[in-house]
């Protein structure tokens, strides 16, 4: 063998204890995957601030609700579509009652109710609520940190005072039912303590 095929040999051969080494899963990742596995979807839930004086009492569409079906034949003409009606609303075009979709939002600020009009929250789907089965006294206390980052990347909705104390903010990392390939989306509401609303959506690029 000549000087440049032996050279290529070697660079093209890996030891095969090297390999194991970078294959090996960290065991930080087997942690969250066991953590992850511990995950639930419930369809209600009671959100607090880190203040515990914003409150939200939010509730999706489940099984256990009436919502009618009706086939009519699409605007643009290509065919038959479903509609349902849930309490006398129509839900949004495309959507299925098991998209997702919230049927109540209640907001709390200092005990007191902040009524949000409905065109606020119940124009989109893509929601879940998450919970881990797992609670904070079950984890080690070197994985503390970690197992905190895991449970604030659960699908909830999250509630913020601003530092002024001025403004509340919810926000909820929600599946983009307007996009393919499970794409997801953050939806934001602004809050003053008067009860003007600001909504906000954001969509990050999509490939697909």
């Known amino acids: 063998m000549n000087r440049r095929a032996f050279i290529t040999a070697l660079a093209s051969a890996a030891p095969v204890g090297l390999i194991r080494a970078d294959q090996a899963e960290d065991p930080l990742d087997q942690l969250r995957a066991s953590w992850e596995s511990s995950t639930v979807f419930k369809s209600s839930g009671t959100f607090l601030s880190e203040e515990k ?9 489940d099984d256990n609700d009436k919502v009618t079906e009706e086939i009519v034949k699409s605007p643009e003409d290509e065919g038959d579509e479903s509609v349902f009606t849930f309490q ?3 839900l949004p075009r495309w959507l299925r009652p098991s998209d997702g979709l919230i049927k109540s939002f209640k907001f709390f600020w200092d005990e007191k109710e902040i009524p949000l009009e409905k065109r606020f929250w119940n124009d989109f789907g893509g929601c879940s609520i998450e ?27 999250k509630l913020i005072l601003s530092a002024d104390g001025g403004t509340a903010l919810i926000e909820w990392r929600i ?8 794409h997801r989306a953050t939806v934001r509401w602004i809050i003053s303590k008067s009860g003007t609303v600001l909504r906000h959506r954001h969509t990050t690029p999509s490939g697909c």
């Open 53 to 61: 004086n914003l409150r939200l009492e939010v509730a999706l569409i």
């Open 88 to 90: 006398g609303t129509k």
């Open 131 to 157: 919970e881990s089965t797992l609670t904070k006294d079950q984890i080690p206390e070197a994985q503390q940190y970690s197992f905190a980052n895991f449970l604030e990347s659960l699908d909830v909705p």
């Open 175 to 182: 599946r983009d039912t307007d996009a393919c390939c499970g």
